[in-house]
Antibody
Framework: QLQLLESGPGLVRPSESLSLTCSVSGASIISDDYFWGWVRQAPGKGLQWIGLINHSGTKYDDPSFRGRLTLSVDISNNQVSLSLSSVTAADTARYYC????????????WGQGTFVTVSS | QSVLTQPPSVSAAPGQKVTISCSGSTSNIGSKDVSWYQQVPGTVPRLVIYENEKRPSGVPDRFSGSKSGTSATLGIAGLQAGDEANYYCLTWDNRRGGLVFGGGTTLTV
């Protein structure tokens, strides 16, 4: 059974970088059919797509994060990672990792998410 | 302001049917598949419809999806208290070169 588990620091200082890892178990991240995506949800707000990456490093990201976002893949550890620089309080959110089915564009399954607070 | 427009809230009585709309444009819904997610507050989003109208295993057939032109619709029949949740549509937007979520709709039963 495919499972995704996000991990990272729960607290990040303003202007610093937020780094999260999504560990995938139950399947290899090497697949021509799937990408691995990040979605976030600020408290009381809706879902916001952040970006996608596949095993070969092909990436897509939301324009609102360009310049601050780095997505990477670690095939040997079956992980994908997200780094967001120059964070502000507006980046406080629960961050989810999810598998994305390419071409038909849906996310399933999702990880439990990890909550990140940006505060001094 | 999302490029996909959903009503902020809908409500219906138990046992009735409700529909939730997701309105977009030719650069997204008009040319790409739509998926729908159910999120009970405090829980992980759950896929309930993919490829416009398909139901994942385990999703009851009370849930249905359709698409026409630049709009998609999620239908939930035989409403139950457990259907109370926020519902989000998702699709690819060719103009933005990425995925977009609708703003979400709160369903009250």
């Amino acid at each position: 059974q495919l499972q995704l588990l996000e991990s990272g620091p729960g607290l990040v200082r303003p202007s610093e970088s937020l780094s999260l890892t999504c560990s995938v178990s139950g399947a290899s991240i090497i697949s021509d059919d799937y990408f691995w995506g990040w979605v976030r949800q600020a408290p009381g707000k809706g879902l916001q797509w952040i970006g996608l990456i596949n095993h070969s490093g092909t990436k897509y990201d939301d324009p609102s994060f360009r310049g601050r976002l780095t997505l990477s893949v670690d095939i040997s550890n079956n992980q994908v990672s997200l780094s967001l620089s120059s964070v502000t309080a507006a980046d406080t959110a629960r961050y989810y990792c999810a598998r994305h089915r390419r071409l038909v564009d849906f996310f399933d399954p999702w990880g439990q998410g990890t909550f990140v607070t940006v505060s001094s | 302001q999302s490029v996909l427009t959903q009503p902020p809230s809908v409500s219906a009585a138990p046992g009735q049917k409700v529909t939730i709309s997701c309105s977009g444009s030719t650069s997204n819904i008009g040319s790409k598949d739509v998926s729908w997610y159910q999120q009970v507050p405090g829980t992980v989003p759950r896929l309930v419809i993919y490829e416009n109208e398909k139901r994942p295993s385990g999703v009851p057939d009370r849930f249905s999806g359709s698409k026409s032109g630049t709009s998609a619709t999620l239908g939930i029949a035989g409403l139950q208290a457990g259907d109370e949740a926020n519902y989000y549509c998702l699709t690819w937007d060719n103009r933005r070169g990425g995925l977009v979520f609708g703003g979400g709709t709160t369903l009250t039963v």
